[in-house]
């Protein structure tokens, strides 16, 4: 049993009260507190010097990631953010410029999406600097989407294009709030998460959490430039497929539509968002799992998406 | 400059909305989302291995005080908390157990005073484990005890007994959660503050909040028995009394009334917590900064009290 296994087994029985509307588990957590027609979205997720950035990374990237992980996740529930507090551990030799580095890529980020900034705390971190942020966030009531509610025929979309991110992208992705909102006002999303784990990883939680499985058009995978001039350097050591299926920290959204949807959403999509690749990549199926399908034939994915604890 | 004055410096200057009715700088933000008669409190926290507990710290403990920070955190504003959400840093070599027990105690307190742990990711620290929790909470509208209302001539007040809190109470101790919402119901409580930093310290942030002074009563402040007992063992190299000042971590309520609430308060408050010491510690002054005053007259305080980060 590996320590997030064990996690994953404590969240279904956490202490929950009448407030909670989705407790632990999808991208954020969705609260009732009374507020007229609105639920709010709540979420933390923290990046770890040496695991999520490295000690050469710019300061102010380290911020500007730390937030946009989780304003992606309010942006995979269809949410708008508002407020967010800020937890930033320290190495004693440090130097106090890095700090004022990491605010500034957190103010810049914050003001771009009106996300007020209402706690600072900074403490000691012996080894290694880390940055946890939680984000408070709204959404109308009952239009949160979930993870769960994808459909048997639905036709499964990504935006963007997937794979080679930790090359760079992985400090400068844009959060996709505004592309969720819109795609929220004008189509019935039924489920939708954000890829953090790679698409193999991500989509296998939106498919257990929906009780359904997926096929996959391999030529419709969108395969970012990154992923395929790694595949290139490395000499076809990994397929420039397998990085866009399991390289992670993509922070595209994956979501589910209802296939007659599938037309006008694309017809949509191109006016609305010209520059920003939006790929019907396959649908969902009544058989669990994955299954990947080119002119060959169907096979099993086993890949399970980048795990970034190693 | 250190990384703490440079924080100090940002935090005014942070993206707000027109959501933020208190920002970074108190003890939680408080922010008006058009919740009919109420304001919500949000705060983040984290401890670190090491710094705020160490290596051999009981896991339940290690939850336990992560989360007690941050409800000591809405305590200290008059508030109720609802929810809170979870980041575990942890090394590689963990036992998962260890993650297990610090599951146990945060879902322990959260279940005493109705939390609900509405998120929980977990990530790896390379070489030492923190815990960063951010809570949500409540307080009616306008209600909010802030750091900046104490008056000249308040008594201030101080719940429980201080210093020594790191030979062990600094794990277990109780957030005064109940307290808090008593005294508040009852009596216009001024200003309030947790007290984390130690009294010398945290005083000081009540005072500079507020623009005013204080002159505390060398004779009243409640020394704990732990920093009387370290000071025996130490031989006077720390005295009792300067432990109770500096030590920190005492996670007690520093809060300021006006003088003539300060008897009928000593007196219902023996009534409602009678195993709960309560003392007048010293009285809001014009004059800036801390005066100690015992028999052979008031001296300035110098003492900065206990800072974590060194």
């Known amino acids: 049993v590996t320590e997030f296994e064990l996690i994953a087994r404590i969240l279904p029985s956490l202490p929950t009260n009448e407030s909670v509307v989705v407790g632990a588990g999808d991208d954020c957590?969705?609260?009732?507190?009374?507020?007229?027609?609105?639920?709010?979205?709540?979420?933390?997720?923290?990046?770890?010097?040496?695991?999520?950035?490295?000690?050469?990374?710019?300061?102010e990237r380290v911020g500007h990631k730390a937030l946009a992980r989780c304003l992606s996740d309010i942006a995979a529930m269809g949410g708008t953010a508002g407020s967010a507090v800020v937890s930033l551990g320290l190495p004693a030799d440090r130097d106090p410029a890095w700090a004022e580095g990491v605010y500034q890529g957190l103010r810049r980020l914050a003001l771009k999406y009106q996300v007020a900034i209402v706690g600072g705390e900074t403490t000691a971190c012996p080894?290694?600097?880390?940055?946890?942020?939680?984000?408070?966030?709204?959404?109308?009531?009952?239009?949160?989407?979930?993870?769960?509610?994808?459909?048997?025929?639905?036709?499964?979309?990504?935006?963007?294009?997937?794979?080679?991110?930790?090359?760079?992208r992985h400090l400068t992705f844009e959060p996709r709030l505004e592309e969720a909102r819109w795609l929220c006002r004008r189509f019935d999303v039924h489920a939708m998460i954000d890829l953090s784990d790679g698409l193999a990883g991500d989509l296998r939680h939106l498919l257990q959490a929906s009780h359904v499985g997926a096929e996959l058009l391999t030529e419709a995978i969108p395969v970012s430039p990154a992923a395929k001039s790694a595949a290139r350097r490395a000499h076809g050591a990994t397929a420039a497929l397998t990085a866009a299926l399991t390289d992670g920290e993509d922070f595209e959204l994956l979501f589910t539509v209802a296939p007659a949807d599938a037309v006008p959403l694309l017809d949509q999509w191109k006016t609305?968002?010209?520059?920003?690749?939006?790929?019907?990549?396959?649908?969902?199926?009544?058989?669990?799992?994955?299954?990947?399908?080119?002119?060959?034939?169907?096979?099993?994915l086993t890949a399970h998406g980048y795990v970034h604890f190693q």
């Open 29 to 59: 957590a969705v609260l009732n507190l009374g507020l007229p027609g609105r639920h709010l979205l709540f979420k933390t997720d923290a990046v770890v010097e040496g695991v999520h950035f490295l000690p050469d990374a710019l300061a």
């Open 127 to 168: 080894h290694n600097a880390f940055l946890s942020v939680a984000v408070l966030g709204q959404v109308e009531a009952g239009k949160a989407v979930l993870r769960s509610g994808a459909k048997v025929g639905d036709a499964i979309f990504v935006t963007g294009e997937l794979g080679g991110s930790r090359a760079g």
């Open 272 to 300: 609305a968002f010209p520059e920003l690749r939006l790929g019907c990549v396959g649908k969902i199926t009544s058989e669990p799992g994955v299954r990947l399908r080119d002119r060959k034939g169907a096979r099993p």
